[in-house]
């Protein structure tokens, strides 16, 4: 029996950077087994690369961190931190009444924050160093109260390859 891998995409990234470059995160040392997430990535000096888009599952990781490859297709190490974070809400289904997703959207434009859909139940939101949250937050805390909605910062676990375990 052949294992496929599931791939987690960004359909649209926010850094949409020319040239770009896709690489791949291992997402098995999350607990995440037979996953990986592409990630786009921005060609920059000495084989490093920065983060143009805001990870939905990696850890230790952020939009504008520089990155360099384990190899030609994995992300191996974070090389400089951008100094930005991610938040990042799941919400649940089925969908309660007062649904938060359409405050969350508004909280986020009215905020000037960056955020990346992956459906419509999974947001990464960049949050640039120095930035408040607390529009975001309280457009979610009810659900998160509620256990309909999930949240975390992405920098809650350091960034790391199975070649780490």
């Excluded at 990155?67 to 649940?92: H, N, W």
């Excluded at 997703?101 to 640039?128: C, K, N, S, Y």
Aim: charged residues 25%; aromatic residues 12%.
């Amino acid at each position: 029996m052949v294992n496929e891998i599931v791939y987690v995409t960004h359909e649209d990234p926010v850094w949409r950077p020319e040239p770009a470059y896709i690489a791949l995160v291992d997402l098995a040392p999350f607990g995440l087994e037979g996953q990986q997430e592409q990630v786009w990535l921005k060609p920059s000096a000495d084989g490093v690369f920065e983060v143009a888009c805001i990870p939905f599952c990696a850890y230790g990781m952020a939009l504008g961190d520089q990155v360099a490859l384990a190899d030609e297709r994995f992300v191996g190490r974070v090389v400089a931190r951008s100094g930005r974070r991610v938040f990042r809400v799941f919400f649940t289904e089925p969908r309660p009444p007062g649904d938060a997703r359409e405050g969350l959207r508004t909280a986020i434009a009215e905020g000037g924050f960056l955020a990346e859909w992956q459906g419509d139940r999974h947001v990464a939101i960049d949050v640039p160093d120095g930035a408040a949250t607390s529009a975001v937050w309280m457009a979610v805390r009810e659900e998160i109260e509620n256990q309909t909605a999930y949240w975390e910062w992405a920098d809650g676990e350091p960034f790391r390859t199975t070649a780490d375990a």
